[in-house]
């Protein structure tokens, strides 16, 4: 009768250490995923110190799990404002704040909402008859083009 020989029980040498969810020290050196330098397949992290969930796009780090305060997310424009990124929409605002993140803010961004009708001034210059009798036009039609004095229509006197 033949024996079989028993293969001895070793664990591959050449396992590497590979960022896992359960963090299992597969290269079996003691050290598990982020504690391990061997460790591959690592995400990238950015930080979210706005609390919006979406992460700076200007910082990250690279590590299995993700450290506190980080998003897998690196789409945040201004990551100190948590009404600005990519899920937000663009409004007029006086300080032409970029609030969708698409590198447009206000007039230049095609998405804005909130715009105010603007209407043409013109310049009302006085004719000789008028400057001898001047009358300032007293009320503006709704629609209409509202004429100003300025002061290039000041009357010499
Ligand atoms: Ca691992
Ligand atoms: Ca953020
Ligand atoms: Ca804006
Ligand atoms: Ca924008």
Redesign the pocket.
């Given at each position: 009768m033949r024996r079989l020989r028993r293969q001895p029980q070793r664990r591959e040498s050449g396992d590497p250490e590979v960022c896992d969810a359960a963090d299992v020290d597969e290269d079996c050196d003691g050290l598990a995923d982020d504690a391990d330098a061997s460790a591959t397949g690592q995400t990238t992290w950015h930080p979210d110190a706005d609390g919006d969930t979406y992460g700076s796009s200007s910082s990250s780090i690279s590590r299995c799990d993700a450290p506190p305060a980080h998003v897998s997310d690196g789409t945040d424009c201004d990551d100190a404002d948590p009404l600005v990124n990519p899920g937000r929409a663009?409004v007029c605002d006086p300080d032409d704040t970029?609030?969708?993140c698409?590198g447009?803010?206000d007039d230049a961004?095609a998405s804005a909402t909130g715009q105010t009708a603007w209407y043409l001034t013109r310049t009302w210059t006085p004719s000789a008859a008028t400057r001898a009798a001047p009358s300032w036009p007293a009320t503006n039609l709704r629609g209409a083009l509202p004429m100003r004095p300025t002061a290039t229509t000041a009357v010499p006197m």
């Open positions: 663009e970029d609030e969708d698409d447009l803010a961004d």
